[in-house]
């Protein structure tokens, strides 16, 4: 038996169009906080505290706190090896970035994005950090910790010098490789970071 694959494809698409008509489909606002499935919970003020942060180029939103290279070496052993590496070159399947490297690649045929070539302000580093890492317990470092391990980052790129102690003061006094790498926006509306 021959099926003819215009008219398969025509019942199927009405087939499909049939049930969708059928299956009431509920709003998550109709069904409650979570969806219909009932899923999460309200963010508290801790939960967002952990993550409101504004870590500005010129250092505004920077919290105190300090860190060095020495002490950046062991929270990034402790917490960030084993997705970026030994080596702080990324592991190949966890998805994580390589975050030295790269320096002068991004107008090349194979551009090599990390911390050292692309990202253009160490507050971003700091932000990012703070915000989103490590992986599995997002936000869990301590102000301290975080300026650690940027320092720890930035001096295993050569950016920084081992013996800097990162600070609110100091993070924003570093010049990255990158940091004429981006246009200004011209727009009025638009916060213009230089």
Do not use: Q
């Amino acid at each position: 038996m021959f099926i003819n694959i215009k008219t398969a494809s025509y019942f199927s698409t009405l087939t499909l169009s049939l049930i969708l008509v059928a299956v009431p489909i509920k709003s998550s606002a109709a069904a409650g906080y979570g969806g219909p499935y009932n899923f999460g919970t309200p963010a508290s003020a801790a939960d967002i505290a952990l993550i409101d942060i504004d870590a500005m180029p010129d250092g505004r939103g920077l919290p105190p706190g300090s860190g060095d290279y020495k002490t950046g070496k062991m929270v990034y052993t402790a917490n960030c090896m084993g997705c970026h590496g030994v080596d702080l070159g990324g592991v190949a399947g966890t998805g994580a970035a390589a975050l030295i490297g790269g320096r002068d690649s991004l107008a090349s045929g194979k551009p090599k994005k990390t911390v050292e070539s692309y990202w253009p302000y160490a507050s971003t580093v700091f932000d990012f950090v703070k915000r989103a890492m490590p992986f599995y317990a997002p936000g869990s470092l301590s102000d301290d910790e975080v300026y650690a391990v940027v320092a720890y980052v930035l001096g295993e790129a050569n950016i920084l010098d081992k013996t800097t102690t990162l600070n609110a003061t100091s993070l924003p006094m570093i010049d990255m490789p990158n940091k004429d790498g981006f246009i200004s926006d011209p727009r009025p509306d638009v916060f213009n970071y230089e």
